[in-house]
């Protein structure tokens, strides 16, 4: 059986993904758990028969709709596709993603311009948190084109900038799921925050490693990934998250000084380490800089007061801003940039095979 569904590709940060409305998806009466993978192309390690780009940043969606909530534009739904099985995670948010959503909510006449500049006001479904989407929308239409860069992204392209609120405890319900900044896992000192994304931050050294490697160098350290993903899962059982084995959350950062910016991080999502940075992670990270007692803070333990962070990972630096209240995280702030790449009719077959599964 082939299905047609209205949809949109877009790079949204460092990842990209593909944009559906809920009444596009809707209209297919497909379970999302059957029609994303087909979309994408999983499971298959290329992804060939799929939109994905076999890549865990380029296996994503978007799904967006009128949100009836007050003060709030759309509703944000965010997909992670496991590229070697047909799986979908729920848990996560991408915060890269989250950059496409204020352009392609204007283009589907979901929010109206108001000038120059447009607002579009977010409710991260996955995780509860709020953010403000500020795009360039000259002459009544959103720009893509510009100047600014993002690393791990070529060239340039119009700035958008992304406010966070509301984001800490959105898997967990806790700040520190543990209800310590610190804990000991096998040894080793972690901190577990949930803060844009659930996570589990190391020091890079305790684990043998310098933390300025690529990804690639990282990747192929059989041992080290294993060492990892036994932490991680330790780390979920810990922070009430049960068995995560096979679960994309919680992440893992590997810090380390860094000579160019406030800290380095190794960033894993969470079987492989991200090429740049994950937004969502990077709030993570500058919250845990904000905050006394976590490892973060064992490596830089005079953040700028100003709650002004630059995070180097392996393409550059991302730069996050922290503000707090009474102590806590209230509020993030990072700039980014998307770009439409197509707009059009994505198609999806959905075989027997397939549909025997599901049933």
């Known amino acids: 059986m082939m299905l ?18 809920r009444d596009a998806v809707d209209a297919t009466k497909v ?24 890549q865990t940043t380029t296996s994503k969606v978007a799904i967006i709709e009128p949100s009836a909530a007050p003060g709030t534009d759309v509703d ?3 997909a992670q596709v496991d590229i070697a099985t047909d799986t979908v995670d729920w848990t996560p948010t991408c915060g890269n993603l989250l950059t496409g959503v204020g352009p392609f909510a204007i283009e589907r006449g979901m929010v109206p311009v108001t000038g120059d500049v447009t607002e579009v006001r977010v409710h991260l479904v996955n995780t509860g948190a709020d953010v ?27 700035p958008v900038g992304v406010t966070f609120t509301g984001f800490t405890g959105g898997t967990t319900g806790s700040l520190f799921p543990t209800g310590s900044p610190r804990d000991v896992i096998d ?10 994304v659930a996570a589990v931050l190391m020091r890079a050294a305790d684990l043998g490693v ?37 679960r994309v959350v919680p992440k893992v950062m590997l810090l380390s000084p860094s000579e160019h910016a406030t800290i380095r991080s ?79 009719v994505a198609f999806a077959e959905l075989t027997p095979a397939r549909l025997a599964a599901a049933s």
């Open 187 to 196: 040894g080793l000192e972690v901190s577990c925050v949930d803060a844009g």
């Open 210 to 246: 310098a933390g300025l490697e690529s990804p690639a160098e990282l990747d192929s350290d059989q041992a080290l990934l294993e060492r990892i993903e036994f932490l991680r899962c330790q780390a979920g059982k810990l922070m009430g998250m049960g068995d995560v084995a096979g």
């Open 76 to 78: 944000y739904l965010f």
């Open 132 to 158: 403000i989407l500020t795009v360039q929308t000259p002459g009544g239409v959103v720009r893509y084109d510009g100047q600014t860069a993002v690393d791990g992204v070529p060239g340039g392209a119009a």
């Open 266 to 344: 190794r960033y894993f999502v969470p079987t492989s380490c991200h090429p740049a940075h994950a937004v969502s992670g990077a709030v993570c990270l500058g919250s845990a800089l904000a905050l006394p007692g976590t490892v973060a803070r064992d490596i830089v333990p005079h953040p700028p007061q100003s709650g002004d962070y630059t995070l180097e990972h392996p393409s550059g630096v991302i730069r996050i801003g922290i503000a707090s209240d009474g102590g806590r995280p209230a509020r993030a702030s990072v700039v980014r940039t998307a770009r439409k790449i197509f707009d059009g």
């Open 4 to 21: 047609c569904v209205p949809a949109m590709l877009m790079r949204g940060g460092t990842s990209k993904g593909l944009y559906l409305t």
């Open 31 to 54: 379970p999302l758990e059957l029609l994303l993978p087909a979309l994408l192309g999983s499971p298959d390690p290329r992804q060939i028969d799929g939109i994905g780009g076999a």
